[in-house]
Structures are given as structure tokens and as C-alpha cells.
């Protein structure tokens, strides 16, 4: 136990001294915790207003996460085109299903504060060019961020010029 005390007691001295710090992005999903369905809401579907395109983008160290990017997003990624990897073009009209909900947060050794979680959907996209799970369903983050009640997780609405809803989610009863 003391060989343990000491490798940490060292390492805390090493970061400290040297100014490095381990940072680590995690995730929660909360797709099945109801104070969270405040934007997106599991169960719900789209369909897409215009084309959208579908990248492969970093999730932590080793990981690729798939996101839909609309044309807003594209064109705020625009200033970093090194940023993910070109999957497919999906045609206006492809179906968007809801699966759930995770945010990111960071994790740092020595805590790091001022680091932001925000709220995202994933879910599946369908259309004639193919079918692709667990995928970054993109918000509108040029709307003012909100905050879900009691909780530092910040969220933005549905990005309605790009998703056009066809189908609610099913509620359960009491909500």
C-alpha cells in the first residue's frame, strides 16, 4: 500500500511540477433517466429537410464516433477540414430514428474547471445509400443553450431547418 501512496504522491508531483495533466472526454448515456428528455426525445423520428453527409470523427483516444452533419454543421467544420473522415452523403428525405441520449464531460488529472457537458441525441439514419447506427444526430447551436433542470448539462433544440419531424415519441403515462 505505501508503494502505492508513493508512485501516486509522485506522479501528482511530476504533473504539477511540469505542468502536464492526464485528460481523459467520457460519456454518460441518460437515455433512460426522463429529467433528460428535454430536447431530443428517444422513440422520436425525422426526416431530413436537405442533403446531410456522415463522418467518422474522434471519440477520446483510440475511438470514432459517427456523426450527420447538416449544412450548418458542415460549414462551422469547415475551418477545420482535417476534422473526421468522410463516410457517405445522405439524400434529403433518409429517416432519422431517436435511439437515446448520452453527454460528454472531461475527466482531468488535476482537475480542470470551466469544462463544458452538453446533452446529444444519436440514433440511426436510413436512406437509399444505406443504414448506419449509433449515429451524432446534429442540434442547432446557433439557438441560446439551455441548461437541464438541475444539472450543469447544457442542450440546444433540434435543428428544424435540417430535421422535419415525423413521429413523437411514445410518453409514458404520468410524464
Known amino acids: 500500500?505505501?508503494?502505492?501512496?508513493?508512485?501516486?504522491?509522485?506522479?501528482?508531483?511530476f504533473v504539477v511540477t511540469t505542468g502536464c495533466a492526464y485528460v481523459e472526454e467520457r460519456y454518460q448515456d441518460v437515455s433512460n433517466d426522463p429529467k433528460y428528455a428535454v430536447?431530443?426525445?428517444?422513440?422520436?423520428?425525422?426526416?431530413?429537410?436537405?442533403?446531410?453527409?456522415i463522418f467518422a470523427c474522434?471519440?477520446?483516444?483510440?475511438?470514432?464516433?459517427?456523426?450527420l452533419w447538416s449544412p450548418q454543421v458542415s460549414a462551422r467544420n469547415a475551418a477545420s477540414p482535417d476534422y473526421g473522415k468522410f463516410v457517405a452523403s445522405v439524400p434529403a428525405g433518409s429517416v432519422v430514428h431517436?435511439?437515446?441520449?448520452?453527454?460528454?464531460?472531461?475527466?482531468?488529472?488535476?482537475?480542470?474547471?470551466?469544462?463544458?457537458?452538453?446533452?446529444?441525441?444519436?440514433?440511426?439514419?436510413?436512406?437509399?445509400?444505406?443504414?448506419?447506427?449509433?449515429?451524432?444526430?446534429?442540434?442547432?447551436q446557433n439557438a441560446p443553450a439551455s441548461f437541464v433542470p438541475c444539472t450543469i448539462v447544457m442542450?440546444?433544440?433540434?435543428?428544424?431547418?435540417?430535421?422535419?419531424?415525423?413521429?413523437a415519441a411514445t410518453k409514458p403515462a404520468g410524464r
Do not use: C, K
Open 1 to 13: 500500500m505505501n508503494r502505492f501512496l508513493y508512485a501516486i504522491l509522485l506522479a501528482t508531483v
Open 39 to 53: 430536447s431530443y426525445h428517444r422513440g422520436e423520428s425525422f426526416r431530413l429537410r436537405t442533403n446531410g453527409r
Open 58 to 67: 474522434p471519440r477520446g483516444w483510440t475511438a470514432e464516433q459517427l456523426e
Open 98 to 140: 431517436i435511439d437515446g441520449l448520452e453527454y460528454s464531460y472531461t475527466f482531468s488529472l488535476p482537475p480542470v474547471p470551466g469544462d463544458s457537458e452538453i446533452l446529444r441525441a444519436y440514433g440511426t439514419v436510413e436512406s437509399s445509400a444505406g443504414r448506419w447506427t449509433h449515429v451524432r444526430i446534429p442540434d442547432d
Open 155 to 167: 442542450f440546444f433544440p433540434p435543428d428544424h431547418d435540417f430535421l422535419d419531424p415525423i413521429s
